[in-house]
């Protein structure tokens, strides 16, 4: 038996005894033809239904896949049904255009909806209410009194977990009631090309349908090796070297994923920027590679096409602008080549002189929101304290690892921007807005007394606060983080805000600021606030390395199946589920767990550091086929399945989108930062900004009086 290979191969292995026999009618690069081809199964392939029927042997099987599909459907003529049935062969038909009696409607694409099993035809391999998914999905509209699949917008991560009672379904794999047609409304066998998941449900779905169609024969098991799929399993040993190759392959999906914006770009395509949330198509293969100095985009959408791509967020936002720097000159700095030095600098001067983002008002000293950040293109009037926080670390590394001083003076000036818009308690409004700074002045914010116990959407600036002091000794810096962490921690747990109801995420964002606190104020009250916040985070980390997420204050993630896709949302849907987020939780748990080995010396923190550290070099995306995503880490993972598997309920940010922001940067940063043998703290601590701090904290701060205790 010849072994075919099909994008990323296929896995099967041929039996070499009583080998199985299909009849399909289907062209030769059909992704069940080439599966079942390299499983052992033999395939007598016909380009014509009439051909496939009137060669079948009597009392044999067919399959009939669709070949056009989703532009066209499957059109087979009433005679070669009536063949078939003459000739007692059990029909599979995939996506038809018309059946003998069961009148169909036109093609339907599915959106939200997923595949439900409704049947115990699939045995104990899927029970009823399991959850698969096709990607870009269409079907032709039925009537069937009982289907063994169906389509449907459903809550749930393996399972619909409220069912199937208020939420539309439409048939999909269904028998036609004379008994010897197996009619699918779909094209189910585009599930190696299409991508679709996860991997075990579909290897289950297809031996059903092969052992409907043939069931005096034994099926043997089905495997192909998925076009997009983790770099490493999960028990092979590691390369000695394979941290550092991480870090090399996330800098060249960052250079070669055609994600850094380029000036001969289509003007509709640079333009897209300017409107919020833009998804379009993906760059075409003729688009010209930037330098960085127009930005970066935002990254890849969650949305699965056709062909297995996916389509591109068009923004270009602060934060991922400056963390790519960072991860491009952590490249650089481990001995790649220097491009990746000369590409975060020129992100860097996009941020603050060659966009709008640090202009404008923001570059006006009589402002009050001067020497804050915009948040991207599309609204340079929001600054969220958390991307601006997590944008001047970012800078701060990228400064150093570059020997650049270039930006100090804009990020000092945007520290003290942040700290003047934060209240008594050390807590800043996530969000303050160009309007109302306008309106209210900064003052009234420096005055009032907001509080929100999220270190997601506080601490990273508190981070910021107390490496400020470090340089300056201004002692405000200190005294309004400690006031704000005290605050949390007394809150911990049950008074926490979950953002996106995940208690893993909030935990994870703590551990670097609680660690940079031990850095300046080493006291046994702070080392047991790092301490408490990382055993709870570690408690729920996997024999792989991966921190599972939990919820926080909530027993489901989505409420109803109605709710599903409506907002922003954790990517499991109960506790217990196998999954590992990598935009929320463990790109910031791995970070956190660094610095807090790195100020403790604790080796509680490094072994778990070292643990989640494995696994995500694992779990980087590899491909073949979409070198655009090749590198890239995806923001869900099942590590029980070891694939990319989870709730895709967020509307905006699923579990199979790459934000250039965000996840991949961080991981990388800190797999580099373990190949320096060094902190991000360590490799900081000698910026010189004391002065610039100084500055403009007596510009910026001169109208209220502060003790400085200097």
Not at 186 to 191: A, D, Q, R, V
Not at 249 to 275: I, M, N, S, V
Not at 410 to 425: K, L, Q, Y
Not at 494 to 507: H, M
């Amino acid at each position: 038996m010849v072994l075919v290979l099909f994008g990323g191969g296929f896995a099967g292995i041929a039996e070499a005894i009583e080998q199985p026999a299909i009849t399909v009618c289907a062209r030769s690069d059909n992704d069940l033809v080439r599966v079942a081809g390299a499983c052992g199964i033999r395939v007598r392939r016909f380009d014509s239904a009439e051909q496939a029927v009137r060669d079948a042997a009597e009392g044999s099987g067919v399959l009939i896949l669709a070949d056009g599909y989703p532009a066209e459907t499957t059109d087979v003529a009433a005679e070669v049904f009536e063949t078939a049935a003459k000739k007692r062969l059990r029909v599979y038909v995939e996506y038809p255009t018309s059946l003998p009696g069961i009148d169909l409607g036109p093609p339907k694409a599915l959106g939200l909806d997923r595949m439900v099993v409704t049947s115990d035809a699939f045995g104990e391999a899927l029970a009823p209410r399991r959850i698969a998914m096709i990607n870009a999905g269409h079907v032709v509209e039925a009537q069937a009194a009982e289907s063994h699949l169906v389509a449907a917008k459903v809550a749930g991560v393996d399972r619909a977990v409220f069912g199937l009672v208020d939420t539309p379904t439409l048939p999909v794999l269904f028998e036609h009631p004379d008994g010897h047609v197996l009619v699918s409304t779909t094209k189910l066998s585009h599930f190696v090309t299409g991508r679709y998941m996860p991997q075990d449900a579909w290897a289950a779905i297809w031996r059903m349908v092969l052992g409907w169609v043939e069931p005096s024969q034994r099926v043997p098991p089905l495997g192909w090796t998925p076009t997009v799929r983790p770099t490493y399993s999960a028990t092979e040993p590691l390369p000695a070297n394979a941290e550092l190759q991480a870090v090399r392959r996330a800098a060249g999906w960052f250079k070669k994923g055609r994600l850094l914006r380029h000036p001969q770009w289509p003007k509709e395509a640079l333009d897209w920027a300017l409107t919020y949330n833009t998804v379009r198509d993906k760059p075409g293969d003729d688009w010209p590679v930037g330098d960085g100095s127009l930005g970066i985009t935002e990254g890849y959408s969650s949305t699965i096409r056709l062909d297995g791509s996916q389509p591109m967020r068009y923004a270009v936002r602060n934060d991922c602008t400056s963390e790519v720097a960072m991860a491009l000159a952590f490249d650089t700095a481990t001995g790649a080549d220097p491009s990746g030095a000369r590409i975060a600098a020129n992100l860097l001067d996009y941020v603050f002189t060659g966009s709008v983002l640090a202009q404008g008002p923001r570059a006006d000293p009589e402002s009050p929101s001067c020497g804050l950040v915009g948040w991207a293109l599309d609204n340079p009037g929001k600054y969220w304290g958390d991307d601006n926080a997590r944008a001047l670390l970012a800078v701060l590394a990228t400064a150093r690892l570059v020997d650049e001083p270039r930006w100090n003076d804009a990020v000092a000036r945007c520290i003290v921007a942040n700290f003047r818009t934060s209240g008594v308690h050390g807590y800043r409004e996530p969000c303050v807005n160009e309007e109302h700074l306008r309106l209210r002045g900064w003052k009234s914010y420096w005055a009032g007394d907001y509080v929100r116990y999220s270190p997601h959407y506080e601490s990273w600036l508190w981070a910021c606060f107390l490496w400020a002091y470090d340089k300056t000794g201004y002692p405000p810096l200190l005294d309004k983080s400690k006031t704000g962490a005290r605050m949390l921690m007394e809150a911990y747990p049950d008074g926490w805000y979950w953002v996106v109801r995940s208690s893993q995420i909030e935990r994870a964002r703590a551990l670097l600021p609680l660690a940079w606190l031990v850095r300046v104020d080493d006291t046994p009250e702070h080392r047991r606030w790092l301490r408490t916040v990382a055993a709870d985070l570690v408690a729920a980390q996997d024999a792989s390395g991966a921190i599972r997420e939990t919820l926080g204050g909530t027993d489901q993630a989505v409420e109803s199946n109605a709710a599903y896709g409506t907002g922003e949302v954790t990517i499991l849907q109960e506790n217990g589920d196998p999954l590992a987020d990598m935009l929320y939780t463990c790109n910031f748990a791995v970070i956190g767990l660094h610095e807090a080995a790195a100020a403790t010396g604790d080796p509680f923190y490094r072994e778990a550091e070292d643990k989640l550290a494995g696994f995500l070099t694992r779990i980087q995306v590899r491909s073949d086929a979409h070198p655009e995503l090749d590198g890239a880490w995806y923001r869900g993972f099942d590590f029980r399945r070891w694939d990319y598997w989870a709730s895709n309920a967020d509307w905006e940010w699923g579990a199979w989108c790459t934000e250039t922001g965000w996840g991949t940067p961080w991981i990388a940063a800190t797999l580099a930062l373990r190949q320096m043998k060094t902190s991000l703290w360590d490799l900081t601590s000698s910026a010189d900004l004391a002065q610039p701090l100084d500055t403009h904290r007596r510009q910026m701060l001169a109208e209220v009086e502060v003790q400085t205790g200097r």
